[in-house]
């Protein structure tokens, strides 16, 4: 034997020295205080995992029941009259989308402008305080741009509107049904409670967050980028363009996402100013309007087993396009190079 | 050649304001109101925003025009986009503080009667003059709802944010996407679940539990992934150092992550407080609606705040409506407070905390002598 | 520690909402418990009225004006203790039933009134307030058969006055609304055919009858809000020219504004007075049938009374109680709604007319108070009608109100061609110079501040602060014709119906305001550009 081990490597040897050069395997072992700490823990989070997905669940059920009834007409249908059968989101959804799309035409442009502001042209002085300022016009109620709207912006609004469609009447969504532009008894009314008012308004709503978002991101531009095509002679419009914008590119795309899926879902402000009709109305000038979250809290009270059914589908649908957006806004700003903002 | 005819190199200034730049603005400014004050009196046109919106395009042409006298084209395109830049800005902030503006000034007709704060609406009605009636039962309710909104969402939603930092892996990657998922959820459809479930199944009263469930349910994603994102920025040496030191990863968390989070952590919740007494479409589905103050949760409508702006704005009599925006202005004067306090609060130096350790520091002295 | 000033802070924030937030509802005065109701808003006015009276006794009842339909359904679901509704469950609303709700209940009458048509039209600048319209014409204006105020049917009916070309924009409910029921109900009953064309257009199968959704076509310019709040807050904005919207009569009269003058059966125009809705009322059918329809109303008779000074747009309202002890509904919030119940029958019936409606007649009341015995828990009384001080009761068991109201004046007979303007729109037009706050600033900048300070800080608003308010057509200094007298003076002109002209608002001030800017301009080109050059050669700039 002695031989044996001098001479050669058994092959039992071999897989000992292999055994050896494997690595440890490391077992966690928690004492009672940790153990209690992880499943607290993890019961926690389980439970939240629960109830948001009861919520998901409850909203399906719940909606089956108005789907199976119509079926696929239920997003080609514009009427909504649950209790007969007729119903579908078309025209809500049009109009959801459609004041939304406002919203952000509205918001995007300034957004951007106060944000390279704060981020680019603010004295240093006073850039903590207009920070400070956006994030507080964040935090400002709904209920309050609502009121706003309502007793202000609509008046003003108004006359501009009836301007905008005497002159530009051509365009068709800016044109107006029901206004005589050579009688000068026309009414007002016919341009009060439309989705121009209701979009400026949750425009200016989603504009502070947009803004802070987009504004974190260009301050995360680097710094030698910056510097290197100042030092090479560009005005500081070019650093911004050049630098700037360009590296914030995802982060723009993903604050107007995320400001998107804020507008959509956006129901008092909505509520307090349109006029609701059931049909998809294009002209944005024109009174009458509708959004989903508006017409659940119009309808909610008087709806039947059927129309709460109808609601919660109306609801889902909406659910699950603020869902779209969100996500494809957090993946393009993933991607991007301003990406690990948030 | 002489030193006379060598022109000095001018230093480029790229930050304040330069004389050059206030002039032409000045200028610009002057000639477009000017020249659309000349438009308006030759042509049909009428209206304070057509003037302000003309006058705004003159007043940018004509200030590329005079840069354009002694700039080169790239001049011109960074003199006029800083003029658009911060005329966005000027513009956004100002109608954002006209909006604060102008409903604390309509609501300002309300607010000097003591009786707005310290009585209900039960003895007041539509006609009655704003000497009697008050909020003093949607302040109460709103606190009410939203505290306990917190007690439900503070400890869920803090937990399950340590959850997702201490227990990585696929099932807490799980949450994280289901939370963010749920952050799209709009507030109405959280409202109309509550309404579906707790309410029509499950026979809860629409009562202010029903209301502060609903705001929960609102509340509970924008909360953990708010402190969520707080959490992750706690660095990863500080936890190891702690569980090279023997600690646990309970000890590691309670003394050593949340300590270091706490300010953002607190920043975080009163920001989702900010945001969950503001929210009037989850209230208005499940809070019913009441006049007279009612401190029992469980039984009964009870408004808030904004739901007694949506109520008082609705009736065309001018007191109401000056009600309803005395209302709005507490409402957003709650806010502002919040968030004064998340600042104070949530950031590590600041004036009381300065205070504090001079105070500390004096009494030291006094001591030490 | 630093810890100690936040944690003091936060404390301080805590202990209230804690203390607070734990303590129980005080104690109400004779151990009432609350009681929740929601339902109609065309009886809010009143049944808000009435809970604002009964504090005084500890009675504590809340309600919410969301709309008939939901007042309706709320009590199905139970969310509610009490409902108030127009139209009773069991109704066929185009293709669906109203199914009635699975606990026991009771309607119990609540309050007469009548659905006024509201309208907000001005001629030669001042506010017109004595339309009139017969069934036929009201009907087609709100089918969008007639739309322009000057069409030939509303000229016919109203001579010498000089209607302006406006078009007319109906307001209609947008949430399910027990007046749009009466309303259509009506429209149903007297004008079929009209209304069943009106319904095709709007995609509604025919025959229609009555709906709580009013169906709206778009295109036609409808404007749709919700609650009777928001449409006689719409048609009551001083901008909202040329509206009409259908509403109970309270709302009218708080907001000032006049209502249609509707011809009846026997071709007089009439008012939604108390008396004129209690004479129209005695024609209405009580269902004295024992079961789930007891003490609802078939109006039909009502529709087509031939006593002249009869409304015919009248109604009544119910209270739907429970009669069992179910889910959250228990005996003692039983006794508070039967006291409730006793106490608006009975003594809460007075303020019926101020309040704009109409009281119960002494059938109604007698048999309501019968049925408040049926709700669980309530400490039965034996009220002595005789005290209720109701001015319909009489010892003879006539309604009272009914048999002194008084006749239409002959001004508003039909084919009345004279120049007597009738009976005023607007009840006290004299002190009310509206409540818009101005938010249109109007032409006339108002010399004359008014007698009234009002609510209008508006200085120049056409509906207050100027000093003129019509006065429905009160014929005074031998003017003949519509009218208004300066409140100051007393001088009473006659309105002008001309067209308006469209306000100029380049005004004088304006013309200054740009000669000073044309000099602006020249000085600036002029001095600003040689300015700048001197200034950049050479310096630091």
Redesign the interface.
């Known amino acids: 034997m002695a031989t044996k081990t001098q001479t050669t490597l058994s092959k039992d040897a071999l897989d000992m020295a292999a055994d050896t050069q494997k690595p440890r395997q490391l077992k966690y072992v928690w004492d009672f205080q940790d153990r209690i700490f992880r499943g607290v823990m993890r019961s926690a989070g389980s439970s939240v995992l629960v109830i948001m997905a009861l919520v998901g669940l409850f909203l399906t059920l719940r909606a089956t029941e108005a789907l199976g009834t119509v079926g696929f007409s239920f997003f080609t249908t514009q009427a909504w009259e649950p209790d007969s059968g007729n119903f579908g989101i078309a025209a809500v959804i049009a109009g959801t989308v459609i004041i939304a799309i406002i919203a952000i035409v509205v918001a995007v442009p300034f957004s951007l402008g106060t944000a390279l502001y704060i981020s680019e042209y603010a004295p240093r002085r006073i850039k903590r305080a207009l920070i400070t300022m956006v994030d507080l016009m964040a935090a400002i109620p709904s209920v309050v741009f609502g009121l706003w709207g309502f007793f202000f912006l609509q008046n003003e609004v108004t006359p501009v509107a009836k301007w905008l469609s005497q002159n530009f009447g051509w365009i068709p969504f800016l044109s107006v049904q029901g206004s005589d532009p050579s009688d000068p008894l026309t009414s007002n009314t016919v341009f009060t409670s439309s989705s121009l008012i209701a979009g400026i308004v949750v425009g200016l709503m989603i504009t502070p967050i947009v803004t802070s978002v987009m504004r974190e991101v260009f301050s995360q531009a680097p710094i030698g980028e910056r510097e290197a095509a100042l030092g090479l002679g560009s005005t500081r419009w070019g650093m911004v363009k050049n630098v700037v914008l360009s590296f914030g590119k995802g982060g723009i795309i993903g604050a107007t996402m995320l400001g998107l899926g804020r507008a959509l879902g956006e129901t008092i402000a909505v509520y307090m100013i349109i006029s609701p009709v059931f049909v998809v109305q294009p002209r944005i000038l024109e009174n009458g309007a509708n959004s989903v979250s508006s017409l659940i809290a119009l309808r909610y009270g008087e709806a039947t087993q059927m129309g709460m059914s109808a609601l919660m589908a109306a609801g889902l649908a909406l659910f699950i396009m603020t869902l779209i957006v969100n996500f494809a806004a957090s993946s393009i700003v993933a991607r991007s190079r301003s990406g690990a903002s948030s | 050649m002489t030193t006379q005819n060598i022109?000095?190199e001018?230093k480029r200034q790229?930050?304040?304001i330069?004389?050059?730049d206030l002039?032409?603005t000045l200028?610009a400014a002057?000639?477009a109101?000017?020249?659309t004050?000349?438009l308006?009196?030759i042509a049909p046109l009428?209206?304070v925003?057509?003037f302000v919106l003309i006058a705004y395009i003159l007043f940018i042409v004509f200030f590329a025009l005079?840069t354009a006298?002694?700039d080169d084209r790239?001049?011109v395109?960074?003199r006029v986009?800083?003029v658009?830049?911060?005329?966005?800005?000027v513009?956004?902030?100002s109608?954002?503080v006209f909006?604060?503006v102008?409903?604390i000034s309509?609501g300002f007709e309300a607010l000097p009667y003591l009786n707005f704060f310290t009585e209900d609406m039960?003895?007041?009605?539509?006609?009655d003059p704003l000497s009697s009636g008050g909020i003093l039962h949607s302040i109460?309710g709103s606190?009410?709802q939203i505290?306990?909104a917190l007690a439900i969402t503070i400890?869920?939603?803090l937990?399950?944010a340590?959850?997702?930092n201490?227990?990585p892996g696929k099932?807490?990657r799980?949450?994280r996407t289901?939370?963010?998922?749920?952050?799209?959820?709009?507030?109405?459809?959280?409202g109309?679940?509550i309404?579906?479930?707790a309410?029509?199944l499950l026979?809860v009263?629409?009562s202010g539990f029903a209301a502060a469930l609903a705001i929960s349910?609102m509340m509970?994603?924008i909360m953990?992934r708010a402190s969520d994102?707080v959490l992750r920025i706690v660095p990863g040496t500080l936890k190891e150092a702690s569980l090279g030191l023997g600690a646990?990863?309970?000890?590691t968390?309670w003394m050593v992550t949340l300590p270091t989070a706490r300010s953002g952590l607190t920043t975080a919740i009163i920001?989702a407080t900010?945001?969950g007494?503001?929210?009037?479409?989850p209230v208005?589905?499940t809070s019913?609606?009441?006049?007279?103050?009612?401190?029992?949760?469980t039984?009964?409508?009870m408004v808030s705040l904004?739901l007694a702006?949506?109520q008082f704005?609705?009736?065309?009599?001018?007191?109401m409506?000056a009600r309803?925006?005395g209302t709005?202005a507490v409402?957003?004067f709650l806010?502002?407070i919040?968030?004064m306090?998340a600042?104070?609060?949530g950031s590590d130096k600041n004036v009381?905390?300065n205070?504090?350790?001079n105070i500390k520091k004096l009494t030291k002295k006094k001591v030490a002598k | 520690m630093r810890l100690n000033l936040k944690t003091r802070l936060l404390s301080l924030l805590i202990i209230p909402v804690i203390v607070f937030g734990f303590s129980s509802s005080p104690a109400q005065a004779a151990d009432y418990v609350p009681v929740n109701g929601a339902g109609s808003s065309w009886s809010a006015n009143a049944i808000d009225q009435w809970r604002r009276n009964v504090v005084q006794y500890g009675m504590r009842v809340n309600y919410a004006s969301t709309g008939s339909s939901d007042g309706r359904n709320q009590f199905k679901a139970g969310t509610v203790d009490f409902a108030s509704s127009e139209i009773p469950y069991g109704l066929k609303d185009g293709s669906v039933v109203d199914v009635l709700p699975s606990r026991a209940f009771a309607y119990i009458p609540l309050v007469a009134g009548g659905t006024a048509l509201m309208y907000n039209l001005k001629i030669g600048g001042k506010r017109f307030t004595n339309l009139k319209m017969s069934g036929e014409t009201l009907t087609k204006v709100f089918t969008g058969v007639i739309t322009s105020w000057d069409d030939a049917a509303i000229a016919e009916e109203n001579p010498g006055i000089s209607l302006p070309k406006r078009k007319i924009v109906p307001v209609v409910r947008s949430d399910g609304s027990g007046s749009t029921a009466q309303f259509t109900s009506w429209m149903a009953d007297e004008h079929t055919k009209i209304w069943d064309d009106y319904c095709k257009l709007a995609g509604r199968s025919t025959p229609c009858g009555l709906t709580s959704n009013y169906p709206v076509v778009s295109g036609k310019g409808y404007v749709s809000q919700p609650g009777s709040q928001g449409v006689s807050g719409y048609v009551s904005q001083n901008a909202n020219e040329g509206t009409i919207t259908y509403v109970e009569y309270s709302y009218a009269l708080k907001t000032g504004f006049p209502v249609v003058k509707l011809l009846n059966k026997s071709d007089h125009y009439v008012l939604p007075t108390a008396s004129n809705v209690a004479v129209a009322l005695l024609e209405a059918k009580i269902d004295t049938r024992p079961g789930n329809s007891y003490l609802t109303q078939i109006l039909t008779g009502v529709y087509s009374s031939k006593d002249p000074r009869s409304y015919p747009l009248s109604s009544y309202s119910y209270l739907i109680v429970p009669t069992a002890v179910s889910g959250s509904f228990t005996a003692s919030k039983g006794a508070t709604l039967g006291d409730f119940a006793y106490y608006y029958l009975c003594e809460g019936q007075q303020q019926a007319e101020v309040l704009g409606y109409s009281p119960l007649p002494i059938n109604l009341v007698k048999a309501g108070l019968e049925q408040v015995k049926k709700i669980p828990g309530v400490s039965a009384k034996n009220k002595d009608v005789a005290k209720c001080n109701n001015p319909t009761f009489s010892s003879d068991g006539t309604n009272l109100l009914a048999k002194n109201a008084p006749m239409p004046p002959a001004a508003d007979k039909k084919g009345y061609t004279g120049t007597d303007p009738g009976a005023g729109g607007v009840v006290d037009p004299g002190t009310d110079p509206g409540t818009d706050p101005g938010t249109d600033p109007g032409t006339d900048p108002g010399t004359d501040p008014g007698t009234d300070p009002g609510t209008d800080p508006g200085n120049g608003g056409n509906s207050g602060g100027g000093g003129y308010v019509d006065n429905g057509g009160i014929v005074d200094n031998g003017i003949v014709g519509p009218g208004f007298c300066d409140n100051d003076t007393g001088i009473c002109q006659a309105v002008s119906a001309e067209a308006i002209n469209p306000p100029d608002q380049n005004g004088k001030t304006f013309a200054q305001i740009q000669i000073i800017f044309l000099l602006v301009l020249f000085l600036g080109l002029l001095l600003a550009v040689p300015l700048i050059s001197v200034l950049r050669r050479g310096h630091k700039l």
């Open positions: 022109i000095e001018q790229l930050h304040g330069r004389i050059r002039l032409t200028t002057a000639s109101i000017a020249a004050g000349f308006f009196s009428s209206g925003l057509s005079i006298i002694d790239e001049g395109k960074d986009a800083s658009i830049i911060r005329s966005a800005a513009i956004i902030f109608a954002l909006i604060v102008f409903t309509r039960s003895l007041a009605g539509p006609l109460m606190l009410i505290a306990i400890p869920l939603g937990i399950t340590v959850f997702l201490e227990i099932y807490s799980f949450v289901m939370v963010e998922a749920m952050t799209a959820l709009p507030s109405i459809v959280a109309l679940f309404y579906a479930t309410i029509l026979g009263q629409k349910v509970l994603p953990i994102v646990g990863a309970w000890r968390a920001l900010a945001r007494i503001g929210e009037t479409s208005l589905l019913g609606f009441t006049a007279s103050m009612n401190l029992n949760p039984e009964g409508p904004p702006i949506f704005v609705k009736s065309p009599e001018p007191t409506i309803g925006f709005a409402l957003m806010v502002l919040l968030f306090l600042r104070i609060l009381f905390g205070l504090a350790k």
